[in-house]
């Protein structure tokens, strides 16, 4: 509606810019010159009529917008968004506590079956040295003496199926 006013006053302005032309040319003193600010005055006026409709309209744009804003409904879809939001942290924080909690388990299970695998190893070479021990009179000292550095050398090297093999070798040779 306020668009149409003010269309109307500036296709009325143009109008009489085209009378103040004619009585320009018909030599009319005085007469232009009022008839010009008539026009003029109908021109500025729709303008202001537009500038003042479309702050008008961006005003009432902004107070629906912030009523909007902290409306009832709104908070509560901002409050379920900032919950959503909190279980997807809560989610991931969960997941990255799991990932790190597997892998610090796994390195505590390596350490200690790494301890588990040296331990049995010196068990199973003290054996074998007590074995050797037992069965030192009937073997030659070289022999003897090889079998001593192999069971050092299988030890030292953490290989327990050689131990396992050098032990079964020793209870043969029994």
């Given at each position: 509606?306020?668009i149409?006013?003010s269309?109307?006053?500036?296709?009325?302005?143009?109008?009489v810019?085209?009378?103040?032309?004619?009585?320009?040319?018909l030599?009319i003193?005085?007469l232009?010159?009022a008839?010009?600010?008539?026009?003029?005055?109908?021109?500025?006026?729709?303008?202001?009529?537009?500038?003042?409709?479309?702050?008008?309209?961006?005003?009432?744009?902004?107070?629906?917008?912030?009523?909007?804003?902290?409306?009832?409904?709104?908070?509560?879809?901002?409050r379920?968004?900032f919950?959503?939001?909190?279980?997807?942290q809560?989610k991931?924080?969960?997941?990255?506590?799991?990932?790190?909690?597997?892998y610090?388990?796994?390195?505590?299970r390596?350490?200690?079956?790494?301890?588990?695998n040296?331990?049995?190893?010196?068990?199973?070479?003290?054996?074998?040295?007590?074995?050797?021990?037992?069965?030192?009179?009937?073997?030659p000292?070289?022999?003897?003496l090889?079998?001593?550095q192999?069971?050092?050398?299988?030890r030292?090297?953490?290989?327990?199926?050689?131990?396992l093999?050098?032990?079964?070798?020793i209870?043969t040779?029994v």
């Amino acid at each position: 509606m306020i668009i149409r006013i003010s269309l109307l006053l500036m296709l009325a302005s143009l109008p009489v810019f085209l009378l103040v032309e004619l009585l320009l040319w018909l030599a009319i003193p005085g007469l232009p010159s009022a008839i010009i600010m008539l026009g003029t005055a109908m021109l500025l006026s729709a303008f202001a009529v537009l500038i003042i409709a479309g702050l008008l309209g961006i005003f009432k744009i902004i107070a629906r917008t912030v009523l909007d804003y902290f409306s009832a409904k709104q908070r509560a879809q901002r409050r379920l968004w900032f919950v959503q939001a909190r279980q997807d942290q809560v989610k991931r924080l969960f997941y990255f506590k799991a990932m790190q909690i597997r892998y610090f388990n796994e390195l505590n299970r390596k350490r200690l079956l790494t301890l588990n695998n040296r331990k049995h190893i010196q068990s199973l070479s003290r054996s074998i040295d007590k074995d050797l021990l037992s069965i030192k009179t009937k073997l030659p000292e070289i022999a003897y003496l090889q079998l001593q550095q192999d069971n050092a050398r299988y030890r030292n090297r953490q290989d327990i199926e050689a131990l396992l093999t050098l032990q079964q070798k020793i209870s043969t040779i029994v």
